[in-house]
Nanobody, 124 residues
């Protein structure tokens, strides 16, 4: 089993930055993909960025050039550096993990291991 715990959320003004962290524990050697997802008020949860065990990354179009996903395998920690934040980035952000490779690494339905979420609020 893998457990995920996010931290680093908060409130920031538009144009500001935040860095989210997600610490994984348990059978972390089984993880192939990890990703960041978010759920904005009144919307479905959506994929933001994902990274595979080799470090290859994929981003949603809405965050390309502003967000960076990275991982520190020694610390079993996933990061999301968020720059140039916009009010529309306001959401609860979740990290997730899955043991399988393949396509659709931003698809929420392909993940079964989730953290509890951390709130990010961007004011204009």
């Amino acid at each position: 089993q893998v457990q995920l715990v996010e931290s680093g959320g908060g409130s920031v003004q538009a144009g500001g930055s935040l860095r989210l962290s997600c610490v994984a524990s348990g059978n972390t050697g089984s993880i192939y993909y990890m990703g960041w997802f978010r759920r904005a008020p009144g919307k479905e949860r959506e994929g933001v960025a994902c990274i595979d065990s080799s470090g290859s990354t994929t981003y949603a179009d809405s965050v390309k050039g502003r967000f960076t996903i990275s991982q520190d395998n020694a610390k079993s920690t996933l990061y999301l550096q968020m720059n140039s934040l916009k009010p529309e980035d306001t959401a609860v952000y979740y990290c997730a993990a899955r043991p399988t490779g393949g396509l659709f690494c931003l698809a929420t339905w392909t993940y079964k291991i989730w953290g509890q979420g951390t709130q990010v609020t961007v004011s204009s």
